[in-house]
């Protein structure tokens, strides 16, 4: 009966786990519970200091790997490299091309004012590849010995003494704050405006003038041996009469009168530049 009391009492011990309220057993020590928690706190360590040396490891080579070698540069015309690559790597921590291609993705990367859009790729971890889409000009100011570009809101794109071929020069027309990247304003802002509008419309239907003139409130593009009197409004319906009409003129010479064309009223004259023997019989006359 003794026996089977201690049999009993051993069987609860055991499946109940109860070590706390059973203490000891015959001289014999549970630790188990203890045992477990030096196992837990033992694999927290470890895996803490397997991750902390991944982590390093992973940090270590991101640094070395992805040192900037080489910054290629696409797209651009009148923006310099030099500006493109200060561009990128406009704060100490850009000398990463893990970093630099991170805050472009992040729309936190530096964007000139000359550009419309910047995407920047990795070519290798080393290798930074820039491609950028520059801001259309569509006219030119010559100002002391430097030409001033302007874009179609009037931004000042670009600065420089070499003149760019196939866009036409801005005459009689005052200009303040001609600054990179600056808006160019004009006492006449209407004009100015107007001088704008034909800017792009010149470039939609590929006309390049020598030059635009504004003279007495009005707007003359100088297109070959032509002067083009468009008054002082600019249209789209306007600009798109010049090509075919240039055509039918040839090689003439003289102005071609635009001031009073509309859709509603469709009056366009040619006023023929007299040559010297001419001027002569009209002065006999």
């Known amino acids: 009966m003794a026996r089977r009391d201690y049999r009993d009492t051993y069987d609860d011990y055991e499946n109940n786990k109860n070590y706390e309220n059973y203490g000891t057993y015959d001289g014999y020590e549970r630790p188990?519970?203890?045992?477990?928690?030096?196992?837990?706190?033992?694999?927290?360590w470890y895996r803490f200091a397997?991750?902390?040396?991944?982590?390093?490891?992973?940090?270590?080579?991101?640094?070395?790997?992805?040192?900037?070698?080489?910054?290629?540069?696409?797209?651009?015309?009148?923006?310099?490299?030099?500006?493109?690559?200060?561009m990128v790597q406009n704060d100490k921590y850009s000398v990463n091309a893990l970093y630099i291609f991170g805050k472009y993705m992040a729309d936190r990367g530096e964007v000139l004012p000359c550009l419309e859009s910047v995407k920047v790729t990795l070519k290798a971890p080393w290798h930074v590849k820039v491609a950028v889409k520059e801001k259309t000009i569509v006219g030119c100011m010559a100002e002391g010995e430097e030409n001033v570009y302007f874009d179609k809101d009037g931004l000042v794109v670009?600065?420089?003494?070499?003149?760019?071929?196939?866009?036409?020069?801005?005459?009689?027309?005052?200009?303040?704050?001609?600054?990179?990247?600056?808006?160019?304003?004009?006492?006449d802002a209407n004009i100015f405006e107007g001088i704008l509008e034909a800017s792009?419309?010149?470039k939609k239907y590929e006309i390049v003038p020598k030059k635009i003139v504004c003279k007495d409130g009005n707007i003359y593009l100088y297109i070959e041996n032509v002067c083009v009197s468009l008054g002082n409004?600019?249209?789209?319906?306007?600009i798109a009469q010049i090509t075919p009409i240039m055509e039918k003129l040839g090689r003439q010479k003289g102005t071609l009168h635009m001031e009073n064309y509309s859709d509603?009223?469709?009056?366009?004259?040619?006023?023929?530049?007299?040559?010297?023997?001419?001027?002569e019989k009209d002065e006999e006359k």
Do not use: W
């Not at 290629?72 to 490299?81: A, K, L, Q, R």
């Not at 005459?171 to 990179?180: D, F, H, I, Q, S």
């Not at 409004?233 to 306007?238: G, H, I, L, R, Y």
């Open 50 to 86: 397997v991750t902390f040396l991944g982590l390093a490891i992973l940090g270590l080579l991101a640094v070395i790997l992805f040192k900037v070698e080489k910054i290629e540069v696409d797209g651009n015309h009148y923006c310099t490299d030099r500006q493109i690559k200060d």
């Open 158 to 187: 670009y600065k420089s003494s070499e003149t760019v071929e196939g866009l036409p020069f801005l005459e009689g027309l005052e200009m303040k704050n001609t600054k990179l990247y600056q808006r160019m304003k004009s006492e």
């Open 233 to 238: 409004t600019v249209t789209s319906e306007k």
């Open 32 to 44: 188990v519970r203890k045992r477990r928690k030096k196992k837990k706190k033992s694999n927290f």
């Open 264 to 279: 509603s009223r469709e009056t366009i004259t040619f006023e023929k530049k007299k040559d010297s023997k001419e001027k």
């Open 200 to 202: 792009q419309e010149l």
